[in-house]
């Protein structure tokens, strides 16, 4: 799977409940929250002022490593 910027903070937590400690390290510390729930990757990294090419490349790693591990 490849992460991009469109797509829902809730729906990849829910497949991939690991990555929250990523969206924490890059400061986006609702990732759990409610207001994740409306958000895609791209709104939040604006709304927590992240680079977005930082995080989607952290998140692509982590999935890559979970993916690899099943």
């Given amino acids: ?6 797509m829902s903070i809730e729906e990849l937590i829910k497949l991939y409940p ?8 890059y400061g986006l510390e609702c990732a759990g ?3 994740a729930l409306f958000k ?4 939040g990294a604006y709304i927590f ?3 977005l090419d930082a995080l989607l490349s952290a998140l692509n790693k982590a999935v890559n490593i ?3 591990k099943k």
Avoid: G, P
Wanted: with cysteine.
């Fill in 33 to 35: 929250c409610k207001a």
């Fill in 1 to 6: 799977m490849i992460i991009d910027k469109d």
């Fill in 40 to 43: 895609n990757i791209e709104e």
């Fill in 66 to 68: 979970i993916e690899s």
């Fill in 49 to 51: 002022n992240i680079n």
């Fill in 18 to 25: 690991e990555i929250v400690s990523v969206f924490k390290n």
